[in-house]
């Protein structure tokens, strides 16, 4: 289905400059999104119009306006699943001192849905609506445990897997198993898989059908647990998505134990 192109061109530049860490001029962007500086400036004008990004005064340089706030706002405030989500993981950040982050399928990647920073030794570099890897996060892996078979295995091998760290596991077949053993545990955990030196734990948030319609996962430095520890830590996180699940009207006792395991028939 054929798109507007001035519309996606306006969208790359929106995104663009969400991204970036300071103001960007319009010759920089030109450069980044290889576009004419006139058709940039032409874009450029069109969204500070309406708001959408703002221009310093003194530098003449632009950056993401106030009222993209304004885009987010209604869905923080009317989602379902965003609003059940939101105290069970800020308990997680501010009692646990643990990163807490939210997140779901968009295409064949995993989009971060909430993302808390905590007052733990890891700095987030995640906003809402940056996407991650499925076969090298505990969110994705989760994400991808409770969908069927058959979706699990298009869409990590619909292009090659790239390989983050020296331990992110790319080999289709591999991912198929361990995705089973997360089936069946009903979490998912991983170590130095997405990012050098952080480990993970996913668990899965169903919704009141059984269906897994998201995954909750925090991270941590490697080693920074012991063994005992660790295993709480996965408790916690286990009973956070069962918290949000139970906010969703998922009743445990009235689906099997993982969900949803029709799927994989």
């Given at each position: 289905?054929?798109?507007?192109?001035?519309l996606?061109?306006?969208l790359?530049?929106?995104e663009?400059?969400?991204s970036?860490?300071?103001?960007?001029?319009?010759r920089?962007?030109?450069?980044?999104?290889?576009?004419?500086?006139?058709?940039?400036?032409r874009?450029?004008n069109?969204?500070?119009?309406?708001?959408?990004?703002?221009?310093?005064?003194?530098l003449?340089?632009?950056s993401?306006?106030?009222k993209?706030?304004g885009?987010?706002?209604?869905?923080?405030?009317?989602?379902r699943?965003?609003?059940a989500?939101?105290?069970?993981?800020?308990e997680?950040?501010?009692?646990?001192?643990l990163?807490a982050?939210?997140g779901?399928?968009?295409?064949?990647?995993?989009?971060?849905?909430?993302?808390?920073?905590?007052?733990?030794?890891?700095?987030?570099?995640?906003?809402?609506?940056?996407?991650a890897y499925?076969?090298s996060?505990?969110?994705?892996?989760?994400?991808?445990a409770?969908?069927?078979?058959?979706?699990a295995r298009e869409?990590?091998?619909?292009?090659?897997l790239?390989?983050?760290?020296?331990r992110?596991?790319?080999?289709?077949e591999?991912?198929m198993e361990?995705?089973?053993?997360?089936?069946?545990?009903?979490?998912?955990?991983?170590?130095?898989?997405?990012?050098?030196?952080?480990?993970s734990?996913?668990?899965?948030v169903f919704d009141?059908s059984?269906?897994?319609?998201?995954?909750v996962?925090?991270?941590?430095?490697d080693?920074?647990?012991s063994?005992?520890?660790e295993?709480?830590?996965?408790?916690?996180v286990?009973d956070?998505g069962?918290?949000?699940?139970?906010?969703l009207?998922?009743?445990?006792d009235?689906?099997?134990?993982?969900?949803?395991?029709?799927?994989?028939?």
């Amino acid at each position: 289905m054929a798109g507007s192109q001035s519309l996606e061109r306006g969208l790359e530049l929106l995104e663009l400059l969400d991204s970036a860490p300071e103001a960007l001029g319009i010759r920089e962007m030109s450069r980044i999104v290889g576009l004419s500086p006139t058709i940039v400036q032409r874009l450029i004008n069109t969204l500070a119009q309406r708001g959408y990004i703002h221009q310093d005064p003194i530098l003449k340089k632009y950056s993401i306006g106030y009222k993209t706030f304004g885009l987010g706002w209604r869905l923080t405030r009317d989602d379902r699943l965003i609003s059940a989500s939101v105290a069970p993981l800020q308990e997680l950040a501010s009692k646990h001192f643990l990163n807490a982050y939210l997140g779901a399928v968009q295409g064949n990647r995993a989009v971060y849905l909430l993302v808390l920073q905590s007052e733990g030794p890891i700095a987030i570099r995640n906003v809402p609506g940056s996407l991650a890897y499925l076969h090298s996060t505990a969110m994705g892996k989760v994400l991808l445990a409770y969908m069927p078979s058959e979706k699990a295995r298009e869409l990590i091998t619909a292009e090659p897997l790239h390989k983050l760290t020296a331990r992110t596991q790319t080999d289709p077949e591999v991912l198929m198993e361990e995705i089973r053993h997360v089936r069946e545990a009903g979490f998912s955990i991983i170590r130095g898989e997405n990012l050098p030196g952080v480990s993970s734990v996913g668990a899965p948030v169903f919704d009141f059908s059984g269906s897994v319609l998201a995954s909750v996962s925090i991270a941590y430095p490697d080693n920074f647990f012991s063994a005992e520890e660790e295993e709480k830590v996965v408790t916690l996180v286990r009973d956070v998505g069962k918290q949000i699940s139970a906010n969703l009207g998922y009743q445990a006792d009235a689906n099997n134990r993982t969900g949803g395991l029709t799927a994989e028939k």
